[in-house]
């Protein structure tokens, strides 16, 4: 009995000494590494690394840069089962320990001892991650591992519960860029949070221990053992009941790879904000930079919608050239065959994902996808990295039999094309050439041919292609210079190039109206002014003579300048420009954002002869629009920063103000002050152009804008040499709108501005102006009507008869046209007048 009581004492003895020593170790170790600590307040304030989001006007999201793919969110917004299934998972005893875990610690300490100083599991508590992951590296050593005990401890007792599991979901990786758990419900359901089902939230909260080897995409079966271990878990601390784990377990893996969606397709617009923000921001990447651009979230979708359609209709007028890929092999061993000989082995073992959706595809081909003999998985695999482009959707043919073609489409869908969605598919031969009509589907594609087909308004669908040629939409506010909606080519994915900032194409006719505006602002003519259309000959500098044409070939003689302008004749506007002058005219246009160094100094100016691109002939129409001043074309409305969306940066532009003074620098409108813009073109001249534009499109090359049965819209059309570009700028008082067309190589496209551009103005127009109101600028008070003989554009007296009615500035009247022999005799009487009619001849 003696012995046994001094055994026990002696171990009672040994474990106070432990735990004195244990204690001592840990005051030594506290004070050791406590001065070189973080301070563990900083978490209080903390600024999660957010991407960079890009939104229209009100607030839609149109794009996100960045690596780290996150959606921060605070406690009282995660579902109660994403709690548990996070706690089942990493750490059951969170909301009773302080901190630290000490059977962790003691698992940890063991695994310490066998390596020699290498820490496998851990033993971390998710308080202990948390100060891991925000304040300190991630390098696996015991001396990081006393730093973190440290920091749980501090944590603890400055921080709630609830806040330390807010950090910790908003931070832990859960792989393809998705930081934190809501981000992950985007990334793998595209769904938010609240919307995930049990067996969801179990699968992502089995993410944070291996993000990589727990993944669904990559690792299926790996991923459902962890998803199911969770959901044990749970059942086994009471979370959840039996039934609940029972119908959980029997979940299929959904997870899928979602990249972030745009509510509004702007790809474009969403580039030059990006660009805009790497400018100025160092964390542009991570910042969490929300950036507000001025496009307006209804008319952007119909200006992309409008320019895809106009240039597929374009593409389909000019023929067939053929399948973009031909004779893909249908199963999977076949195709890796031929990746090998194409040597894109790498790029495969890169996309795991990719390679495993098709695995999956393959086991499901033969019941799937009806009526297809043999393996398709390969079919499928290239449909699923094949990118959607604009409204074309690829897809690969499966049998062209007769007049009757079957494609296999994205999901495993089998769709017919019956010969109406063919038989456009005349092969191309050049711009102005096709060949012969296709009798059958065979003559058009074979099995295995990759093509694009479209959706036709019916739901019935026909064989397209991506477009050769390319386009650009550009949609202004004229009273502000606000972008609107801009569309920079048939689609981003296809072509990053930016033709509305970056493409400086000739700008033909539609430069017209700005040499016109040039006189009349002068008041040295008006529309009645005559010029003759006639032949001109003269030297262009290089000892050659310049011998330009209208686009008919033919002359009209004597003509008022109403009708040049509608008629876009050549000839008229040279000779114009050639009165006014060429140095006073390019001082005109400079206030007009034309700069003058860019501008040709020769009469090859008045054809449109410069370059420009079709936002600065954008911003040139809607100066137009807005009766004469020069706003200025903007696009970034404001930058904000962090969740409480602080005011980084804001615009602060020009308006147009037709009733502000001439001496007035600012104006209030909707309870903000803006800067008034200058006037640049007298209210007289703006609105006598206007008038003028009307008749292009009422009796002109702009009679295609007839079926909007508008009053209010105005435009020009242009075509340049050789039909390379084909443009139509137009306007109301509400919008100003340019469309060009072109090849980016710079061959012809082998149609007018009315043939190619015009239908897309159309298109848009008819759709943005849809239930507004007409509206139409107020007439100054200096513009009057008079009647005018046709033919000289002279006035006439009132009591000569006929002639047309014309606008004129009422301080530029033109003179009488001289009272003709006849109306002199008609006017006297008897004899006497008889007398006279035989003494003047």
Same mark, same amino acid.
Request: proline residues 6%; without cysteine; glycine residues 8%.
């Given at each position: 009995m003696t012995f046994i009581r001094k055994l026990a004492f002696s171990a009672l003895w040994l474990l106070a000494s432990l735990s004195a020593a244990t204690l001592l170790a840990v005051i030594g170790a506290a004070l050791y590494f406590a001065p070189g600590l973080p301070d563990v307040r900083q978490l209080q304030d903390f600024e999660?690394?957010?991407?960079?989001?890009?939104? !229209?006007?009100?607030?839609?999201?149109?794009?996100?840069?960045?690596?780290?793919?996150?959606?921060?969110?605070?406690?009282?917004?995660? &579902?109660?089962?994403?709690?548990?299934?996070?706690?089942?998972?990493?750490?059951?005893?969170?909301?009773?320990?302080?901190?630290?875990? #000490?059977?962790g610690l003691a698992r940890a300490a063991v695994e310490l001892a066998a390596s020699g100083g290498d820490i496998q599991s851990g033993g971390s508590t998710i308080t202990m991650q948390v100060a891991r992951n925000y304040l300190l590296t991630l390098d696996r050593t015991y001396t990081r591992k006393i730093r973190e005990i440290l920091l749980a401890l501090q944590m603890?007792?400055? /921080?709630?519960?609830?806040?330390?599991?807010?950090?910790?979901?908003?931070?832990?990786?859960?792989?393809?860029?998705?930081?934190?758990?809501?981000?992950?419900? %985007?990334?793998?359901? $595209?769904?938010?949070?609240?919307?995930?089902?049990?067996?969801?939230?179990a699968m992502i909260a089995g993410l944070p221990k291996?993000?990589?080897?727990?993944?669904?995409?990559?690792?299926?079966?790996?991923? /459902?053992?962890?998803?199911?271990?969770?959901?044990?878990?749970?059942?086994?601390?009471?979370?959840?009941?039996?039934?609940?784990?029972?119908?959980a377990v029997q979940a299929p893996i959904t997870a899928r790879r979602y990249i972030t969606k745009a509510e509004v397709q702007a790809d474009y617009v969403a580039e030059m904000a990006r660009q805009f923000a790497v400018e100025r921001f160092d964390d542009a990447y991570t910042g969490g930079y929300h950036i507000y651009t001025t496009l307006d979230s209804e008319l952007q979708p119909q200006a992309r919608h409008a320019l895809a359609e106009g240039l597929i209709a374009y593409d389909t007028r000019h023929g067939w050239r053929g399948p973009e890929e031909r004779e893909i092999p249908r199963g999977l061993a076949e195709a890796q065959e031929r990746t090998d000989r194409q040597g894109l082995e790498e790029e495969l073992a890169e996309s795991p994902e990719v390679m495993q959706t098709a695995r999956r595809a393959a086991e499901r081909s033969q019941t799937e996808v009806e009526g297809i003999d043999g393996d398709v998985s390969n079919w499928l695999q290239v449909l699923e990295r094949t990118p959607v482009l604009g409204p074309l959707e690829p897809a690969i043919v499966a049998e062209s039999e007769g007049r009757e073609m079957r494609v296999l489409a994205r999901g495993g869908e089998v769709r017919t094309l019956d010969w109406e969605g063919l038989k456009w598919a005349r092969p191309y031969r050049s711009a102005r050439s096709r060949g012969a009509a296709p009798d059958t589907a065979a003559e058009i594609a074979s099995s295995g041919d990759l093509v694009r087909i479209l959706q036709r308004e019916d739901g019935?669908?026909?064989?397209?292609?991506?477009?050769?040629?390319?386009?650009?939409?550009?949609?202004?506010?004229?009273?502000?210079?606000?972008?609107?909606?801009?569309?920079a080519g048939f689609d981003f994915d296809a072509s990053k190039f930016n033709r509305a900032t970056q493409a400086r194409r000739q700008a033909g006719s539609i430069f017209k109206p700005f040499i016109y505006l040039a006189g009349l602002d002068s008041g040295e003519i008006n529309p009645a002014s005559v010029v003759n259309d006639a032949p001109v000959v003269m030297e262009d500098g290089s000892n050659e003579l310049w011998r330009p044409n209208n686009s008919s070939g033919d002359f009209l003689g004597p003509t008022r300048l109403r009708v040049g302008l509608a008629r876009s004749r050549n000839l008229v506007t040279i000779r114009l420009l050639q009165t006014l002058g060429l140095e006073r005219t390019i001082g005109f246009l400079e206030d007009f954002?034309?700069?003058?160094?860019?501008?040709?100094?020769?009469?090859?100016?008045?054809?449109?002869?410069?370059?420009?691109? &079709?936002?600065?002939?954008?911003?040139?129409?809607?100066? =137009?629009?807005?009766?004469?001043f020069a706003i200025e074309p903007w696009l970034i409305q404001r930058v904000t920063r962090g969740e409480e969306q602080t005011l980084v940066e804001e615009a602060d532009p020009m308006v147009a103000c037709r009733e502000c003074s001439e001496d007035q620098a600012t104006v209030e409108r909707d309870?903000?002050?803006?800067?008034?813009?200058?006037?640049?073109? %007298?209210?007289?001249?703006?609105?006598?152009?206007?008038?003028?534009?009307?008749?292009?499109?009422?009796?002109?090359?702009?009679?295609?804008?007839?079926?909007?049965?508008?009053?209010?819209?105005?435009?020009?059309?242009?075509?340049?040499?050789?039909?390379? $570009?084909?443009?139509?700028?137009?306007?109301?008082?509400? =919008?100003? !709108?340019?469309?060009?067309?072109?090849?980016?190589?710079?061959?012809?496209?082998?149609?007018?501005?009315?043939?190619?551009? =015009?239908?897309?103005?159309?298109?848009?127009?008819?759709?943005? =102006?849809?239930?507004?109101?007409?509206?139409? #600028?107020?007439? &100054?008070?200096?513009?009057?009507?008079?009647?005018?003989?046709?033919?000289?554009?002279?006035?006439?007296?009132?009591?000569?008869?006929?002639?047309?009615?014309?606008?004129?500035?009422?301080?530029?009247?033109?003179?009488?046209?001289?009272?003709?022999?006849?109306?002199?005799?008609?006017?006297?009487?008897?004899?006497?007048?008889?007398?006279?009619?035989?003494?003047?001849?």
């Open positions: 999660l690394q957010t991407p960079l989001r890009i939104f !229209t006007r009100d607030g839609k999201l149109i794009g996100e840069f960045g690596e780290e793919r996150r959606l921060p969110v605070e406690f009282d917004e995660i &579902p109660q089962e994403m709690v548990q299934a996070l706690l089942a998972a990493e750490d059951a005893g969170y909301f009773d320990h302080h901190g630290v875990d #000490p059977k603890e007792q400055i /921080l709630s519960k609830e806040e330390i599991l807010e950090l910790y979901v908003n931070k832990i990786f859960l792989g393809h860029r998705a930081y934190g758990i809501a981000a992950a419900a %985007e990334v793998y359901y $595209d769904r938010p949070l609240d919307e995930l089902t049990l067996a969801e939230q291996a993000p990589s080897a727990f993944n669904p995409l990559a690792n299926a079966e790996r991923a /459902l053992i962890r998803r199911n271990w969770i959901l044990f878990r749970m059942r086994e601390l009471g979370f959840i009941d039996q039934p609940a784990y029972d119908e019935s669908w026909r064989l397209s292609q991506q477009p050769k040629v390319q386009g650009s939409l550009v949609v202004m506010d004229p009273e502000t210079g606000a972008v609107l909606a801009l569309q954002g034309f700069h003058p160094e860019r501008l040709p100094h020769g009469l090859a100016l008045a054809l449109g002869s410069t370059s420009l691109t &079709p936002l600065e002939m954008t911003r040139g129409y809607a100066v =137009l629009a807005n009766g004469g309870g903000e002050t803006y800067r008034v813009a200058p006037r640049v073109a %007298e209210p007289a001249a703006v609105y006598l152009l206007r008038d003028m534009l009307r008749d292009v499109v009422e009796r002109g090359t702009a009679r295609r804008a007839l079926a909007l049965e508008r009053i209010d819209i105005v435009g020009k059309t242009g075509t340049t040499n050789d039909q390379r $570009d084909a443009w139509f700028a137009g306007f109301n008082t509400d =919008l100003a !709108t340019t469309v060009w067309v072109g090849m980016d190589d710079n061959t012809s496209t082998a149609e007018y501005g009315s043939q190619a551009a =015009l239908p897309i103005w159309v298109d848009f127009m008819g759709r943005a =102006l849809e239930g507004r109101p007409e509206a139409l #600028p107020e007439r &100054p008070e200096s513009v009057v009507s008079r009647r005018v003989d046709p033919d000289t554009g002279r006035l006439l007296h009132d009591g000569q008869p006929g002639g047309i009615e014309e606008l004129f500035h009422a301080d530029h009247l033109p003179d009488y046209q001289p009272r003709r022999v006849d109306q002199a005799v008609e006017q006297e009487s008897g004899s006497q007048g008889t007398a006279a009619y035989e003494a003047i001849f």
